[in-house]
């Protein structure tokens, strides 16, 4: 038996095979929650084994807020140490959850996620192979976090860190997504367990909306990007006035001088706004000369290189800065997110 981990299991309008799936988790865990998100029937949740913990949301909130739900509940409960979810489709088995709490019990400190391999199973729908891939590809180049599955409704968390994850932002499955985010924040160790692949029906059980539900998922990543778009908006715009004006005054160096220009406005509203994207808890006073350093080599680079390019190519100096700058904006944020911000 495990007695030190609490397994919470989200459901809206789950199928009979939820019941057995229970039975047999009974027998492993002391300590079972599950939160029935608004079901339009409780004829299944009328079937629910003795000693495990019902709670009812009369309408249905969504997966995030039934997952905070049962950490709310679980929160309150002595002797545990971390708790494990479990989806209630089936597509978890008892001996990789038991794994999954295993891995936690050697990692205490760590949050452990169960992960299938979606590069190796053909009965994958192509829908969960797809997304999966570039979330995983997305969430290392955006966040510098390495997860083979993203998705993954199996994961342990230490209860220690149990109210941050209540606080995360998300009521639906946007949640899970920001949850890794929080990971990261905390910067709690990522450990993957191998798990099996299991889709029943080429996954007709599950209620994640692959338009609606993935916009909520890569609103977090477009947020990244908005901050630094504008600036590039600012920078081109202010470039394209600069040089207009400066060009009939300084014709060899009005490139290199409305570089310097528009960069120094754009880098005041880039530092601003990053500030808050990136959620720094640093003062100015230390993220601000890291920023300053980096804004000079970035000006530096670009004037440089649009300045040469212009005397090599046969194209506008604005189309040159768009693409150099393009570049450019790709090294910019793994600075700010790895230096920074960090």
């Known amino acids: 038996m495990i007695d030190n981990i609490a397994l919470l299991v989200p459901a809206y309008e789950p199928e009979e095979k939820m019941i ?16 029935n998100d608004g079901s339009s029937s409780n004829e299944v ?3 629910i084994p003795d000693g495990i913990k019902l709670l009812v949301h009369e309408v249905n909130k969504g997966k995030g807020r039934a997952l905070k739900t049962g950490f709310e509940y679980i929160r309150g409960l002595e002797g545990i140490e971390g708790v494990v979810t479990a989806d209630a489709d089936g597509q978890h088995i008892v001996t990789d959850i038991v794994a999954c ?9 760590s949050a452990v996620f169960g992960c299938r391999d979606f590069g190796s199973e053909s009965k ?15 969430m290392k180049l955006f966040c510098s976090i390495t997860l083979t599955d993203t998705q993954t409704g199996l994961r342990v968390l230490p209860i220690k860190y149990i109210d941050e994850f209540i606080a995360t932002e998300g ?3 946007e949640y899970e997504m920001n949850c890794i985010m929080k990971i990261k924040e905390l910067d709690l160790p ?3 367990v191998p798990i099996e692949v299991i889709y029943i029906d080429n996954n007709r059980s599950s209620h994640f909306n692959p338009i609606v539900d993935s916009i909520k998922i890569y609103k977090v990543f477009i947020k990244f990007c908005l901050s630094s778009f504008g600036s590039f908006i600012v920078d081109i715009l202010l470039f394209m006035l600069a040089k207009h004006f400066l060009k009939p005054v300084t014709p060899v160096y009005y490139i290199i001088v409305s570089t310097v220009l528009a960069r120094i406005c754009s880098g005041v509203f880039n530092y601003s706004i990053n500030r808050m994207v990136f959620k720094s808890k640093a003062k100015a006073s230390a993220s601000g000369p890291k920023y ?8 530096t680079a670009s004037a440089l290189i649009v300045n040469g390019l ?10 040159i800065k768009i693409v150099v700058d393009t570049l450019l904006f790709i090294c910019s944020y793994k600075v700010q997110q790895n230096w920074v911000y960090k």
């Open 20 to 35: 057995p799936f229970l039975e047999e988790l009974k027998d492993v865990f002391s300590t079972i929650v599950v939160v």
């Open 45 to 47: 949740f009328d079937k």
């Open 101 to 109: 709490c295993n891995k936690f019990l050697e990692n205490p400190e």
């Open 124 to 138: 994958i729908p192509p829908r969960s192979r797809f997304g999966n891939r570039l979330t995983s590809r997305l």
């Open 171 to 173: 009521e639906r499955y």
């Open 190 to 192: 990522l450990v993957e």
């Open 292 to 299: 300053f350093i980096l804004w000079i080599a970035l000006m």
């Open 310 to 319: 212009n005397y090599i190519l046969p194209i506008g100096p604005t189309l």
